[in-house]
């Protein structure tokens, strides 16, 4: 015959329940209190920047904007590019800069396709995807490097052509 499992202390109760009871506070007061005001983006424009060796550079324009107060450290972005022919592009891209309070600012990411694809540009394109920032506030960010909070905004946008490669000035004669 086995002994009975022992019962477990009074205060290891009281211990655990504290903890459940602190930890469902904690997810409440972040779900209902520890947010900033979310960064907003948006692709507006698609440029070829540069061809060559069957492949086209094409970078992509976002529109950021920060309505908040604080700055918000901006991280990743993950993202498909695809063109009107099916033809497209996934990456991850750092974003490696802050967003000013306040401010709205213009960020690329880039895009390797298809040159056959892309042709001279006149080919519809669409752009959707994530791009991951860090929450100023202290105990966010504290979550967000424990990997408990993930702080992400979507992105998209579409074009009916591509910009073609901007003209390199011309030479100034030298009379």
């Known amino acids: 015959m086995t002994p009975a499992a022992p019962k477990p202390h009074r ?13 469902a506070a904690a997810v409440l007061w972040m779900a209902g209190g520890c947010s900033v005001v979310r960064p907003d983006a948006r692709a507006t424009d698609a440029r070829i ?3 060559g060796g069957g492949a086209t550079r094409v970078d992509i324009a976002l529109e950021l904007k ?3 107060d604080d700055e918000v450290e901006l991280v990743e972005y993950d993202y498909v590019v695809t063109l009107g022919d099916g033809s497209s592009y996934g990456g991850k ?3 490696r800069r802050a967003l000013p309070p306040g401010r709205t600012v ?3 990411i880039p895009a390797v396709l298809p040159a056959a694809s892309v042709g001279v540009g006149q080919v519809p394109w669409s752009v959707s995807g994530t791009l991951r920032y860090r929450d100023p506030q202290s ?3 504290i979550f967000y490097e424990a990997g408990i909070l993930k702080t992400e905004i979507s992105f998209s ?3 009916s052509a591509l910009q073609p490669i901007a003209a390199a000035p011309a030479a100034a004669s030298g009379q």
Do not use: D, K, Y
């Open 11 to 23: 205060l290891q109760a009281a211990l655990r329940t504290m903890a459940t009871t602190g930890a």
């Open 66 to 68: 920060n309505t908040g």
């Open 93 to 95: 891209w750092a974003a």
């Open 106 to 108: 213009e960020a690329t």
């Open 139 to 141: 105990i966010a960010r």
């Open 157 to 159: 946008g579409s074009g």
């Open 49 to 51: 920047v540069e061809t």
